[in-house]
């Protein structure tokens, strides 16, 4: 069929159905990386802001040593992160599948925002690459695996570097999610834990000068100085950067020891 033979209200259409299905929208607006150098696997999974497409259906498997490209629209906003310890034999039953991160018990989680604790990469990207893009690591919630962050090709200014030591390791009992092998797979927040307003910088303390660090997100900002350890974390740990290409890498160091970023 040639486009000449269309009328131009349908010609309209068919632009606007494949530009708001992804199929254009979505095709070398940015390009993110996920790379799993976990010794295990992972499955990443992704949540739209609202008003925003699911990218990369949601959620998928990822093996030790491997990395998934795809595409997303150049004006996206949402979250990503890595899911842990997954088993989908029964994806009708609606329980957790996942020791961390699960989304409904669901490989793709169409939108819904996976449970926390879980380190969570917020990105906000401009359709106008002259303008930066922003994202940050967040461990306001919690903690379940490291991460960094950079443009493709790499540029100082663009990277979120890891952490320095293992958070499950050093996870206080009170913070710590434990598996059925009696494993520390996540360290909770003090605001996921307690649930108090002092922690979560609500209420009274709804404010840069009322919220202050406590010794648990002063914990966490130790290990992993570039996250973002409570809700006013300052100086701000989000980054501003002007790319179409990032990269997104779990586990980036070695795995296991105090002094990794495990």
Request: net charge neutral; aromatic share 10%.
């Amino acid at each position: 069929m040639k486009f000449s033979s269309i009328s131009p209200a349908i010609l309209l259409f068919l632009i606007w159905h494949f530009t708001t299905s992804g199929k254009l929208g979505e095709v070398e607006a940015c390009i993110i990386y996920i790379n799993n150098k976990c010794p295990f696997p992972i499955w990443p999974a992704t949540a739209p802001n609202a008003g925003h497409p699911v990218i990369a259906n949601g959620g998928f498997y990822l093996p030790p040593g491997r990395t998934r490209r795809y595409g997303a629209p150049g004006d996206w906003s949402g979250r990503i992160w890595a899911r842990t310890g997954c088993n989908f034999d029964d994806p009708t039953n609606h329980k957790p599948a996942c020791e961390t991160g699960d989304c409904d018990g669901k490989l793709e989680c169409e939108g819904t925002i996976g449970l926390p604790p879980v380190t969570l990469v917020e990105m906000s990207i401009q359709f106008d690459k002259k303008q930066p893009s922003f994202y940050d690591v967040s461990l306001v919630d919690g903690y379940n695996l490291p991460v960094s962050i950079t443009s493709k090709p790499s540029a100082s200014k663009c990277v979120i570097t890891s952490c320095s030591r293992n958070l499950n390791a050093m996870c206080p009992p009170e913070l710590q999610v434990i598996n059925d092998e009696g494993q520390v797979v996540a360290c909770k927040s003090a605001c996921l834990a307690f649930n108090l307003d002092s922690f979560c910088c609500r209420n009274k303390y709804g404010s840069p000068d009322k919220c202050k660090p406590s010794v648990y997100s002063s914990l966490f900002k130790k290990s992993c100085p570039s996250y973002v350890t409570y809700a006013f974390d300052t100086p701000s740990p989000v980054v501003g950067c002007s790319s179409d290409q990032f990269v997104i890498t779990f586990c980036p160091d070695q795995w296991g020891t105090d002094h990794s970023s495990a």
